[in-house]
C-alpha cells in the first residue's frame, strides 16, 4: 500500500505559511477517544494548553459528543471495543464533511490506517507508544490544514457568489443596453419636428423674398421655441443615457434658489406665455443658497414644468412652492383646476416607469417627465403625484 501524503495540503508549506499563527487563535476543538482512560486523560492534558478537548472511553458516546461540541478534530483509538474507529471517523465525516481524522494505531493496524488515508478518511496516524513531541506536531498540522481547507472553501463560495452576482449584473446591463438602444429608436424622430421647424424657418428668412417685421419676428420666436425644445430633448436624452449605471455624477455646488428659480423660467417663458398662463411663484427665504446640483435641479424642473403646460388651458394658473430644509429642497407645483382620474393617473405612473423596451409611442413631454422620474429615483429623491381639491400636484423631495 502507497501513502501518497501525510496530508491534502503540502505541509512544509502550511507551516511557513502560518508559522506566525497562535493555537490559541484557531478555536479548535479536539474529541479524543481511546478504551484506554489513561491515555484519553494524557492526551487531554497535553493538548488542553492550546486547544479545547473533548474525551470518552466509550462508543456510544462518540456522536452524541461530536453532535454537541462540533469538534474540528477527532483524535481515535484504531482498534476499540465493538468498532473500529475508521468506522466512527465515516459517520463523523458524513456529519461533518470537514473534520480532520486522525487515528492512533500500532504497526500491526497501519495496512488499513493507509487505506484509510488513501480514501480521504484519515488525515494522519500516531503510533503507540505515542511520542510528546510528534502528537503536538500532528495535531497542530492537522489544524493548520482544517483551518486552510475551510478557508479555501469559504474563498470559493465568496468567488462563486460574487461571479453569481456579477453575471446577473451583467445581464441587467446588457438587457438596459438593449433597452435604451429601442428607446432611443423610438424617440429619435423626436429631433425632426424641431429640426424642420427651425431649418425651414431660417431658410425663410435668408430667402431673398421680402418679409415684414412681424414676419421677422414670429420666425425669430419659431427658431427660439424649437431651439429650446430641441435643447431639452438633448438633455433628456444625455441624462437618460446614464440611467441604470454608476456614472450619475451628481457634482452638488452652493446655489442661489433665486438664480436657479429665474432660469426655469426662462427656459419656459415662451410656453407660459402662448396659453396666456400666469405662474406665481411662493419661495420661503428667497435669498437662500442650498448644496444642489443645479443642471439636474433645473432639468427635472423644466420638464415638469413643460409637462403641466401641456395639460393647460388657456389662462390656467401654475403655482410653484418651492421650501428648503435642513436635509432636503421640496418642491411642489399645483396647476389649478386641473383634475385627472384615477385611471388617468395609473396612465401617467405607467409612463413614469414606462419600459424602455415598449413600443409606446411618447411625446417629449411624456419623455422629459420619464427621464426626470428615472433621474429622482435614483438620487433617491421622493417624487409624488396626485389630484387634490384645488387641481393636479406633483411634489418632489430632494435630499441636500
Not at 210 to 222: G, L, P, R, V
Amino acid at each position: 500500500m502507497i501513502l501518497l501524503r501525510p496530508s491534502r495540503i503540502n505541509g512544509n508549506l502550511l507551516l511557513k505559511r502560518f508559522h506566525k499563527m497562535k493555537l490559541e487563535e484557531m478555536d479548535i476543538k479536539i474529541l479524543i477517544v481511546d478504551t484506554d482512560q489513561m491515555v484519553t486523560m494524557s492526551i487531554s492534558n497535553i493538548l488542553s494548553e492550546s486547544y479545547e478537548t473533548i474525551s470518552t472511553n466509550l462508543e456510544e458516546e462518540i456522536i452524541p459528543l461530536a453532535r454537541k461540541h462540533k469538534p474540528q478534530i477527532v483524535l481515535i483509538n484504531y482498534q476499540l471495543d465493538k468498532r473500529y474507529g475508521i468506522d466512527f471517523l465515516v459517520e463523523l465525516k458524513d456529519l461533518f464533511p470537514d473534520i480532520i481524522g486522525i487515528i492512533i494505531t500500532t504497526y500491526k493496524d497501519l495496512k488499513q490506517v493507509l487505506e484509510g488515508i488513501n480514501a480521504d478518511i484519515v488525515y494522519y496516524y500516531i503510533h503507540k507508544p505515542i511520542n510528546i513531541e510528534t502528537l503536538k506536531n500532528t495535531i497542530h498540522r492537522a489544524a493548520i490544514q482544517y483551518v486552510a481547507e475551510v478557508n479555501q472553501k469559504n474563498l470559493l463560495q465568496t468567488i462563486k457568489k460574487q461571479n453569481l452576482e456579477l453575471n446577473k449584473q451583467n445581464q441587467r446591463l446588457e438587457e438596459l443596453n438593449r433597452q435604451k438602444s429601442a428607446f432611443i429608436r423610438n424617440i429619435s424622430h423626436r429631433f425632426a419636428t424641431p429640426l424642420t421647424a427651425i431649418l425651414a424657418t431660417s431658410e425663410l428668412l435668408w430667402s431673398d423674398k421680402k418679409i415684414s417685421k412681424e414676419c421677422q419676428k414670429t420666425s425669430i420666436h419659431i427658431i427660439y421655441k424649437n431651439a429650446i425644445l430641441l435643447t431639452q430633448i438633448m438633455y433628456n436624452l444625455s441624462s437618460f443615457g446614464k440611467i441604470g449605471f454608476a456614472d450619475i455624477h451628481i457634482f452638488p455646488q452652493e446655489t442661489s434658489l433665486e438664480q436657479l428659480i429665474s432660469a426655469i423660467y426662462q427656459v419656459s417663458y415662451l410656453f407660459l406665455q402662448e396659453k396666456k398662463l400666469k405662474f406665481h411663484v411662493h419661495h420661503i427665504h428667497p435669498d437662500k443658497s442650498v448644496l444642489i446640483d443645479r443642471d439636474i435641479f433645473k432639468l427635472i424642473h423644466v420638464n415638469i414644468l413643460n409637462y403641466l403646460i401641456s395639460l393647460s388651458r388657456a389662462k390656467d394658473t401654475i403655482e410653484w412652492k418651492l421650501h428648503s430644509q435642513k436635509q432636503a429642497l421640496e418642491s411642489t407645483f399645483l396647476l389649478l383646476n386641473c383634475f385627472l382620474s384615477e385611471e388617468e393617473l395609473i396612465s401617467l405612473e405607467q409612463k413614469m416607469v414606462y419600459s424602455m423596451e415598449s413600443q409606446q409611442e411618447l411625446s417629449n413631454i411624456e419623455i422629459g417627465l420619464v427621464v426626470s422620474y428615472f433621474i429622482l429615483s435614483q438620487a433617491g429623491a421622493m417624487f409624488d403625484i396626485s389630484t387634490t381639491p384645488k387641481g393636479l400636484e406633483i411634489n418632489i423631495q430632494i435630499p441636500l
